[in-house]
C-alpha cells in the first residue's frame, strides 16, 4: 500500500536543511564521469519557472455568510438540493413541506413540491430530514424522502411548541413520484421502509445515492443505548445501503430478515454488504456505531462517506468512511470522539472519528460537504465544509496536520423568532447546487433564509491543477524532465513495498547552496524538489509498473517548505492534484509457488494503494501523540507501504509495522517534528529511555551523510 501524504510546511530553515539531508545523498555515479559536481550547471527559473506559487495558497481572504436568495424565506429548513437535470433547487421543511424554485438569487417564486405535514411529526430530531433523487431522476421522476410518520392528524405540537419527548411515531423511507411540473403526484408513496420509534430524538437523516447506484441512509439510536450496538433488532444506529431498483443477480439479492416491529419492502440487499450471511443480522447494516447522525454526505471524486454525528455529553464528531470500507464501528456508545479504541468483543471494524470538539466550541456537529465548485477553488476546493447548529459556526477540515484539524470559516447570523428548541434558529444544513456550489440552511420558526459564502481581500495563487501544468517534464509519456531539473538519488533508499522511486531537484539560476561539514545544508527560496513513484505490476516482468504519484516539495519566498501531491490517471496522460485522503486500487501479479516434489505456481491479484490528502496549506504544526506508539501509528499511516505485503512476509506485522514505520520517514515526515518528538519516532520502543540517542544528535549525524550506502545504512538501523 503506498501513503502519499506529502504535504507539510517547515518554518524552521534548519529543519529543511536536515530534512533533505536525511535522504539527499547523492550517488557520485548519477553525475557523470566525474566523481563530484557537474560539467555545466542548467538554468532554472525560482519556483519551476513561476508554475507553482511562491508561497503556499492557503485559505486567504474575509469570509462570509450572505443571504443567497433575498426573496425566500422558510420555516426550519433542514436541507437543500438540486433537481437533476433542472436549474432548479429545493428546500425541506422539519414540518414536513419541500419547495423548489430556480437556481437565481433574484428567484421571486417558489412551488410546493411535497406537504405531508398532516402526517410528519416534526421538532428536535424528527420530521421530515432527509431528500434523496433517484439517479435516474430525469426518466423515472423518483424522489425519495426519509422522514417521521404519525397517524394522519395525530401530530402534537408545532413550530413554536413542543410536543412530548416520547411520541410513537414510524421512521420511514417512502418514494414519491414528481410530475412533469416537479410536484409530488397525489397517491404516488410507495413505502420501503417503516419502523417502530418511540422519540423524537435522534432520526437521522442523512441520505444520498452512490456510485453503486445503491441509497444510504442514516439513522440514529432513537435515544435509546438499547439500539446501539447491535445489527439483528432494528434498523438503528447505524448507515444502511439498499438496493430499491431490486437489481439482484450478482449485484442483490431479496431481503432475508426484517426488522422486530417493521415493515421492510421494495428493496433488495446489495451482495456485498458487510453483513451478508451472517446468523441472525440485518443485512441492510453497512456501518453501526452512530448516535445521531443528522448528515452524511458523498464526495464523488473521493469515494469517501463524510458523517457528522451530534455528540451527548462533551464530544461533536465528524467520521469517515474511505473508499473500499465497510463494516465500520464508530464506537457508539461506547466510546464518544477521540477518545480509544473499542476493546473486544464488538461488532465491525473498530474506526476513530476523523475529527472531535468539544462543546466549549458547539453543541451539535452539522456535516457538510467537500467543495467542488469553481467560484472558490483556489481555496477550497477538495477540502470538507461543516459547522455547528448551535455556536453556529463554518469550518474548514484541514486534513495536513496529524491529527486533523479545523479552520473556522465564518459563522451563520442567527434566525429570527423565538428560539424554542436548543438551537433552533441556528445552522441546520448544508447544500449544494447543480455546480458544486455551497449552501447554508437557517433555521427559524418565523423565516429562515438560505446563505451562501462570500470572500473579500486578495486571492493566493492556487497551485497547478494538473501535473503537465507545473512544466517538471516536457514529455509526459517518457518522464522526460524539464532541463531546469537535476536528477540524483539517495545513498540509503526509503523502503516503499517495492515501488521505484525518481527524484529531480531544479535550484534557481544564479543561487547556491549553502553547505556546512558540521551542520545542515540549506537550499535558496524558489528551489523545487520532485519524486515519482511507480509501482511494479507484475513480478514475472517488474519492467511493468504503474504510475502511481509525483510529490512536489517547494522553498517558499519566507524560507517555509509546502509541498504537493499529483495523482496519475488510469491511462497515465496526466497526473492530477489532490486535495483530500483518497484510496485506490491497484492490482498487481504475484507468483504463488506450492514446494513439493513438484513446483506449482500460480499467479494473484493484491495491492491497495491509499492517497493521503495533498495539502495546501502552509502551516507547521507539531501534535501530541497519545501514547508512546501513537507517532508510529501515524508514521504508518502516512508511509502505509511500510506494512504492505513485502514487509510482513520479511519481519511479520508487528515487527514490520515498528521497524520500518520508524525508518521511512519522508522529508515531510521529518520536518514536522519537534527534536523531542523526532526522537519519540526514531526510537518508539523506548522513547523515554536514556539509552535512546537524541533525535538532533541522529540528524546531525546523519547530515554529514557517509558516502558508503553502508555506513548511512548502519546509522539508521542502529539509532531506529
Not at 437556481?103 to 421571486?108: C, G, H, R
Not at 413550530?159 to 423511507?173: A, F, G, S
Not at 413505502?191 to 417502530?196: A, G, H, T
Not at 464501528?329 to 461488532?347: A, H, K, M, S, V
Request: a positive charge; aromatic letters at 10%; glycine letters at 10%.
Amino acid at each position: 500500500m503506498m501513503s502519499l501524504l506529502f504535504a507539510r510546511t517547515i518554518r524552521s530553515p534548519a529543519w529543511f536543511g536536515l530534512a533533505l539531508l536525511a535522504l539527499l545523498c547523492v550517488s557520485p555515479a548519477l553525475l557523470g564521469a566525474q566523481p563530484y559536481g557537474l560539467e555545466s550547471r542548467p538554468n532554472a527559473g525560482a519556483f519551476l519557472n513561476g508554475a507553482v506559487p511562491g508561497s503556499a495558497p492557503v485559505l486567504s481572504g474575509n469570509w462570509t455568510a450572505v443571504i443567497a436568495f433575498t426573496n425566500f424565506t422558510f420555516l426550519n429548513a433542514v436541507g437543500l438540493a438540486h433537481v437533476p437535470g433542472t436549474p432548479r433547487l429545493v428546500v425541506w421543511e422539519r414540518e414536513g413541506r419541500i419547495y423548489s424554485f430556480t437556481n437565481s438569487p433574484d428567484a421571486s417564486s417558489k412551488t410546493l413540491v411535497l406537504n405531508i405535514t398532516n402526517q410528519c411529526q416534526g421538532w428536535d430530531d424528527s420530521g421530515l430530514l432527509g431528500v434523496a433523487f433517484h439517479p435516474g431522476f430525469v426518466s423515472n421522476r423518483f424522489m425519495f424522502v426519509w422522514y417521521t410518520w404519525v397517524t394522519p392528524g395525530t401530530v402534537q405540537g408545532n413550530q413554536n411548541q413542543r410536543p412530548p419527548t416520547n411520541i410513537p411515531n414510524r421512521d420511514r423511507l417512502s418514494r414519491f413520484t414528481l410530475d412533469a411540473n416537479g410536484v409530488a403526484i397525489p397517491g404516488s408513496e410507495t413505502v420501503f421502509i417503516d419502523q417502530n420509534a418511540n422519540s423524537v430524538w435522534h432520526n437521522g437523516g442523512g441520505m444520498f445515492f452512490g456510485d453503486d447506484g445503491f441509497l444510504y441512509i442514516t439513522n440514529g439510536d432513537d435515544a435509546n443505548g438499547a439500539n446501539n450496538q447491535r445489527i439483528n433488532v432494528t434498523l438503528h444506529s447505524g448507515v444502511l445501503r439498499i438496493d430499491v431498483d431490486q437489481r439482484g443477480g450478482a449485484i442483490s439479492h431479496p431481503i432475508p430478515r426484517r426488522p422486530s416491529n417493521a415493515v421492510t419492502t421494495n428493496y433488495f440487499i446489495p451482495n456485498d454488504n458487510p453483513f451478508v450471511g451472517q446468523a441472525g443480522a440485518l443485512e441492510e447494516f453497512f456501518c453501526i456505531g452512530l448516535r445521531s447522525p443528522h448528515r452524511m454526505t458523498f464526495d464523488p471524486v473521493s469515494r469517501r462517506i463524510f458523517i457528522g454525528d451530534v455528540g451527548e455529553g462533551s464530544r461533536e464528531e465528524i467520521s469517515v468512511v474511505e473508499s473500499g470500507e465497510s463494516a465500520l464501528n464508530f464506537q457508539w456508545n461506547r466510546i464518544e470522539g477521540l477518545n480509544g479504541d473499542l476493546t473486544p468483543p464488538y461488532i465491525g471494524v473498530n474506526k476513530r472519528p476523523v475529527i472531535d470538539y468539544s462543546h466549549s466550541e458547539g453543541f451539535a456537529v452539522i456535516g457538510g460537504y467537500v467543495y467542488r465548485g469553481s467560484q472558490f477553488a483556489a481555496d477550497l476546493g477538495g477540502k470538507y465544509i461543516f459547522g455547528d447548529n448551535g455556536s453556529k459556526r463554518v469550518w474548514v477540515l484541514d486534513e495536513s496536520t496529524i491529527p486533523a484539524t479545523k479552520i473556522l470559516l465564518t459563522t451563520v447570523p442567527p434566525g429570527p423568532g423565538p428560539n424554542p428548541g436548543n438551537d433552533y434558529v441556528g445552522l441546520s444544513s448544508f447544500g449544494l447546487d447543480a455546480n458544486g456550489e455551497i449552501y447554508m440552511c437557517q433555521m427559524s420558526s418565523t423565516g429562515g433564509r438560505i446563505y451562501k459564502l462570500q470572500r473579500g481581500g486578495p486571492t493566493n495563487a492556487p497551485l497547478p491543477q494538473l501535473l503537465s501544468q507545473t512544466g517538471v517534464f516536457t514529455n509526459l509519456a517518457t518522464l522526460g524532465a524539464s532541463r531546469g531539473l537535476l536528477p540524483f538519488d539517495v545513498a540509503s533508499p526509503l523502503w516503499s513495498d517495492g515501488a521505484v522511486k525518481s527524484r529531480w531537484m531544479a535550484i534557481p539560476s544564479n543561487q547556491m547552496v549553502t553547505y556546512s561539514p558540521t551542520g545542515e545544508w540549506t537550499f535558496p527560496n524558489g528551489s523545487v524538489f520532485v519524486k515519482h513513484f511507480e509501482l511494479p505490476v507484475n513480478e514475472t516482468n517488474p519492467a511493468i509498473r504503474k504510475r502511481l504519484e509525483t510529490r512536489l516539495l517547494v522553498r517558499d519566498t519566507n524560507g517555509a517548505v509546502y509541498g504537493a501531491t499529483y495523482k496519475w490517471r488510469a491511462d497515465e496522460s496526466d497526473a492530477d492534484l489532490l486535495a483530500i485522503f483518497i484510496t485506490h486500487r491497484v492490482a498487481t501479479s504475484t507468483i504463488n509457488c506450492a514446494r513439493g516434489p513438484t513446483s506449482v505456481c500460480s499467479t494473484r491479484r493484491r495491492a491497495s494503494q491509499k492517497f493521503p490528502t495533498s495539502t495546501n496549506s502552509s502551516r507547521s504544526r507539531t501534535r501530541r501523540c497519545r501514547s508512546k506508539h501513537a507517532c508510529v501509528r501515524t508514521s504508518t499511516r502516512i508511509v502505509r507501504s511500510a506494512i504492505g505485503p513485502a514487509a510482513r512476509r520479511r519481519f511479520g506485522t508487528r515487527a514490520s509495522t515498528r521497524h520500518w514505520s520508524a525508518r521511512e520517514l519522508s522529508m515531510a515526515s521529518w520536518a514536522t517534528i519537534s527534536a523531542s518528538r523526532a526522537r519519540a519516532w526514531l526510537c518508539p520502543e523506548i522513547s523515554s529511555a536514556p539509552s535512546c540517542t537524541s533525535a538532533l544528535a541522529v540528524l546531525s549525524r546523519i547530515s554529514k551523510c557517509r558516502r558508503s550506502r553502508a555506513t548511512s545504512s548502519t546509522s539508521l538501523h542502529s539509532t531506529r
